[in-house]
């Protein structure tokens, strides 16, 4: 049964539109990766999602009608959002950036910290000292502090080094395999999606141009829609 469920979504801003027609859904505890090349709708799709913009056509939650809630609501019903370019509280420490978004569950800021050590080893700094990849880690955990069903990850990967990619991806493994939060997965390491992700959906043009099972994106459709 679909968690969340998105269909014939299309958006715009202002005069100019940015969704066409994108279709996708998302289990409970399965993990989708929203692929595509730059500029195709991916990040536009997720703000649709969490009602950051305006837009038409099906968008459910847990059999919720998310075009009839704010964006507040929607993330009380269990939406965590990790957007790109991680914004954090930059004048907040690590641990305050953590209780700020706390909602009761099973995360908490000893989970928060297990799953990622150096946010404890830094709970005292202000986020505006941690490098890159600790800003991205506190994000995640801000977003895991809300006790989500349904975690959002936009390009949580972009720009970090190799060493905190790849931990970052261990992460998310974990998260897969020890939770039963359902992911929204955003990132352009389509070997990293493929070993995590449970299905894909591929966006050309604003449009959902392919959907499936990661075990069936076979090189052809990758050439076609990645470029790569």
């Known amino acids: 049964m679909s968690f969340l469920k ?9 005069v100019s539109q940015a969704l066409f027609g994108v279709d996708l859904t998302v289990a409970e ?21 969490c009602r950051m913009i305006d837009s038409q056509g099906g968008l459910t939650f847990d059999g ?15 939406v965590g959002l990790v957007p790109e370019g991680r914004r954090c509280f930059a004048d907040l420490t690590v641990r305050e950036n953590l209780t700020a978004a706390m909602r009761d569950g099973a995360w908490t800021f000893q989970s928060v910290t297990q799953l990622f050590p150096r946010l404890g080893e830094r709970q005292g700094q202000t986020a ?3 490098s890159g990849g600790e800003q991205q880690m506190l994000a995640i ?3 895991l502090m809300t006790n989500p069903r349904l975690l959002i990850l936009d390009e949580a990967t972009e720009g970090l080094a190799p060493i905190i990619r790849q931990e970052i991806w261990a992460a998310i493994k ?9 992911i929204l997965l955003i990132d352009k390491s389509l070997k990293e999606l493929v070993a995590v992700s449970d299905r894909a959906v591929i966006i050309e043009r604003g449009k ?6 990661t075990s069936d994106l076979v ?10």
Not at 174 to 182: D, H, Q
Not at 208 to 213: L, V
Request: aromatic share 4%; proline share 1%.
């Open 128 to 130: 505006a000292t941690l």
């Open 208 to 213: 959902t141009a392919w959907s499936g099972k």
């Open 174 to 182: 974990r998260l897969k395999s020890e939770t039963g939060v359902a």
């Open 64 to 78: 919720n009608d998310l075009h009839k809630l704010p964006s507040h609501k929607v993330a009380r019903l269990g």
């Open 219 to 228: 090189t052809g459709v990758s050439e076609k829609y990645l470029g790569v």
């Open 29 to 49: 505890g399965e993990v989708v990766a929203l692929m595509g090349r730059n500029g195709m709708g991916k990040s536009t799709t997720v703000k649709a999602i």
């Open 6 to 14: 998105v269909e014939n979504l299309t958006a715009s801003y202002g």
């Open 141 to 143: 955990g801000r977003a």
